[in-house]
């Protein structure tokens, strides 16, 4: 949510800040703005997209070799003009970018207020430029001072960058809940929601823990305390990413990209972890929890959204194949339904930013009650990682895409090598299923590639359902979490209603929406239930619905009943929600660059959800 970029160096700040903010555009764009210093304080927003600011400041002064940039998501106040960060205090000294919600605005400002200031915007970020400048004035304090007692007031999540006309060679950042990566180059810092901005500029970075208030100069001094006044040791990371990563590639958006990524990154994820002719399956990052998790008594999945979904695809890897009792839980539900959690259990979180705040704060709440916690994310230095007791990451690399393809996949590939290992050292499956399943793993990649082959059958039947109003997701088993994630994809990129079923219920109430002009998409792979699903789709035919089966390579039974089918490679029935899930991103994909939707940016959506 809302994206952050600053700078401080020799360079010109304006083209570095435009194009941070293009590269964070993906976490937001209700609204996007800058602030230059160069004597003076100039501040340009605009409603939109980044582009239009860049067309709204055209020929405007834009020297400076300091600034900061914000594109936000819109949670206090409607996206406007005045409503754009970043935003001034009372005397226009100070300004500030903020990301998160401060949920103590109300009675801060109420205050502000009482003591003669007024305000010009509708955001929680104004009332809290205001009081660092009341705290400044009111106690003669330096302005990294008056930050850190702001701060001491305020409740809620916040990532903030403030700059002062008054002294042109700082700035500060602070962080609470929310992200924030300083990025330490030759002579010059730069400051970033995420490492998208920094990456083609500097490799080393320090990323913020909550509470932690840092202070960079143009003497090159990187300096950090916490809100209690304590000074830390900054600790320099090095960036995995690329800058290729978080280009289009020829591709026309990231999204293509990404699903076409996704061979790779299941690959990846699953470099060395996984030697099928040695029989080895291990992961490091929970190398001292194995046994942990072979003792589970219970196995707690918390997500939120595509994460979610894998995870319950998660819960029938660790059920089926090591035996383990599963949960998976939304982490925004868990978090405030007093959940019963033991201190024998282990809790599975699964982000890909690894910043979502309901995740992390399921994280919070059940490290309080003795829980072992294990993170599943793509992001190196994130939250998750660093709140957790152990995990893994997906190495998907960066996903720009708002609707999530390939850390979904990946993510998958983490939870199967995850079950699979258990399951060997609890001796739930035999020697011989055990090598089956590695040696099928091994294969995704290969059988990915080639799933990927029905692109252009794919956009024939996108031409021909682009104009639907609702659609059905049927699977059963393993593809049940298939099906949800499917609907998912075309509602968030296409806004066409879709909801995802278990085949079974469908006569349980949805069979009543099945008419000639509602899509019907069936995963049809699975062997084990296989007649049950023909039975579906028969009923569906009966009810004239059109049928869109996704099946195992040289099925003819399903073939002569769908209206189209999709034929994918063959895999072990725990395999193929890898597999099945790439003609559903593709249908999504098509369906919604037809109807001409913004695929890699879907209204009112985010990449990284850092708020509730």
């Not at 007031?153 to 403030?162: N, S």
């Not at 990563?245 to 996984?274: A, C, N, T, W």
């Not at 939870?415 to 050292?425: D, F, G, N, R």
Request: charged share 25%.
């Amino acid at each position: 949510m809302c994206g952050i970029v600053a700078y401080i160096g020799d360079k010109d700040a304006y083209p570095i800040l435009m194009n941070g903010l293009r590269r964070l555009e993906y976490r937001g764009y209700d609204s996007a703005g800058v602030a230059l210093l160069n004597g003076d304080m100039r501040v340009y927003k605009k409603a939109g997209k980044v582009d239009d600011l860049d067309q709204f400041i055209g020929t405007a002064d834009v020297k400076g070799s300091i600034g900061i940039g914000h594109t936000r998501w819109a949670t206090h106040g409607e996206p406007n003009d005045i409503n754009a960060h970043p935003h001034l205090s009372g005397t226009g000294n100070l300004t500030m970018i903020h990301n998160g919600i401060i949920e103590n605005y109300g009675s801060l400002k109420a205050e502000l207020q009482e003591r003669g200031h007024t305000f010009s915007s509708d955001t929680d970020t104004e009332v809290l430029i205001h009081l660092i400048e009341d705290i400044m004035e009111k106690e003669q304090l330096p302005l990294e001072e008056a930050v850190r007692i702001a701060l001491s007031q305020v409740i809620g999540a916040y990532a903030i960058v403030v700059m002062a006309k008054g002294d042109q060679d700082k700035l500060i950042a602070a962080r609470k809940s929310s992200p924030l990566v300083i990025g330490i180059g030759k002579g010059e810092f730069f400051i970033a929601s995420d490492a998208t901005p920094i990456v083609e500029h500097t490799k080393n970075v320090v990323y913020l823990n909550d509470l932690e208030i840092a202070v960079v100069t143009r003497e090159g001094d990187l300096s950090i305390k916490t809100i209690d006044n304590q000074r830390k040791t900054p600790y320099v990371q090095e960036l995995e990413w690329k800058l290729e990563m978080l280009e289009k590639g020829g591709y026309d958006h990231f999204m293509l990209k990404e699903i076409f990524e996704q061979p790779r990154s299941v690959k990846d994820s699953m470099r060395g972890r996984l030697n099928p002719d040695k029989g080895i399956v291990a992961l490091g990052g929970i190398k001292d929890y194995e046994q942990l998790l072979v003792n589970a008594k219970r196995i707690l999945i918390v997500a939120c959204g595509t994460s979610w979904h894998a995870g319950l695809v998660g819960e029938y890897l660790f059920e089926d194949l090591a035996r383990i009792p599963v949960e998976v839980e939304y982490a925004s539900e868990f978090r405030y339904r007093n959940p019963v959690i033991n201190p024998d259990d282990v809790v599975i979180a699964i982000s890909q930013s690894g910043e979502t705040a309901d995740t992390l704060a399921a994280i919070e709440l059940a490290k309080s009650k003795g829980a072992t916690i294990l993170g599943i994310c793509n992001v190196v230095g994130s939250s998750i990682s660093r709140v957790t007791h152990a995990g893994s990451y997906t190495h998907a690399g960066p996903e720009i895409g708002v609707a999530s393809t390939k850390a979904f996949t990946a993510q998958l590939t983490i939870l199967t090598l995850m079950a699979l290992s258990i399951a060997h050292k609890k001796g739930t499956l035999s020697e011989s299923r055990f090598q089956v399943l590695l040696h099928a793993l091994d294969r995704i990649p290969a059988k990915i590639e080639k799933a990927l082959e029905t692109n252009d059958l794919i956009l024939g039947i996108a031409e021909r359902y682009k104009e639907a109003t609702n659609a059905l997701y049927l699977g059963r088993g393993y593809n049940f979490p298939v099906a949800l994630e499917g609907a998912l994809k075309l509602k968030e990129i296409s806004y066409i209603h879709a909801e995802g079923y278990p085949a079974a219920e469908m006569k349980h109430g949805p069979i009543a929406l099945i008419d000639e002009n509602m899509p019907v998409i069936v995963m049809a792979t699975n062997m084990s239930a296989y007649e049950k699903i023909v039975s579906n789709i028969q009923e569906v035919k009966a009810r004239k619905g059109k049928v869109i089966a996704i099946v195992a390579e040289g099925d003819t039974i399903i073939h002569e009943m769908a209206d189209y089918t999709i034929e994918i490679p063959h895999t072990e029935e725990p395999l193929s929600p890898l597999l099945t899930v790439i003609p559903l991103q593709l249908l999504a994909y098509h369906i919604a660059v037809l109807r001409d939707c913004n695929v890699d940016q879907p209204r009112n959506l985010a990449k990284s959800v850092t708020v509730e």
